[in-house]
T-cell receptor, first 114, second 112 residues
């Protein structure tokens, strides 16, 4: 299995909702990442997990809460989002943290906050 | 923060022509990577070039790296309509950081 699987593919949520994005990989990769991408912009790093521990938080608002239950799973919990949080959320993994390996990306969750 | 600027922002060519995209970055790097993204979906890793390498090939792709000019180029030879996508360079945010930062991207359109 050489894929990163993200669910759901699309999500519409209200500003008072709580929802979660899920990311799964079975390649034995030990680093996992969340990126946010607005239309016609490059992906922006949000969080980095290495060996299931949060190693980088790019000053992301607390309404985004990441979780890494095990080495194959990465979640992003969403609460009280704003319309400007609407974007494509991308999960990625790599063999290890550090930039000697390419990243494998999932196909993303397109989030709309109404 | 943004590390890479890409040029051109958009490029339109006919099938069979070559496409060249350029990336300039600001700080010293360990390596530089190129990714492709189709229609706002996931990114696909194309090639990684290390800071001590000057050129690398993969199929129809050729990447060069000039660390003295802090620039890289991606050449796609004999382009196909299926190459239509956005192409991003990505580097670390500075020496000894573990953040992969993407450039602004080039939108390539290949007409049949």
């Amino acid at each position: 299995d050489t894929e990163v699987t993200q669910t759901p593919k699309h999500l519409v949520m209200g500003m008072t909702n709580k929802k979660s994005l899920k990311c799964e990989q079975h390649m034995g990769h030990r680093a996992m990442y969340w990126y946010k991408q607005k239309a016609k912009k490059p992906p922006e790093l949000m969080f980095v997990y290495s060996y299931e521990k949060l190693s980088i938080n790019e000053s992301v608002p607390s309404r985004f809460s990441p979780e890494c239950p095990n080495s194959s799973l990465l979640n992003l919990h969403l609460h009280a989002l704003q319309p400007e949080d609407s974007a494509l959320y991308l999960c990625a993994s790599s063999q290890a943290q550090g930039l000697v390996y390419g990243y494998t990306f999932g196909s993303g969750t397109r989030l709309t906050v109404v | 923060s943004q590390q890479g600027e890409e040029d051109p922002q958009a490029l339109s060519i006919q099938e069979g022509e070559n496409a060249t995209m350029n990336c300039s970055y600001k700080t010293s790097i360990n390596n530089l990577q190129w990714y492709r993204q189709n229609s706002g979906r996931g990114l696909v890793h194309l090639i990684l070039i290390r800071s001590n390498e000057r050129e690398k090939h993969s199929g129809r792709l050729r990447v060069t790296l000039d660390t003295s000019k802090k620039s890289s180029s991606l050449l796609i030879t004999a382009s196909r309509a299926a190459d239509t996508a956005s192409y991003f360079c990505a580097t670390d945010a500075g020496y000894n950081t573990d953040k992969l930062i993407f450039g602004t991207g080039t939108r390539l359109q290949v007409f049949p």
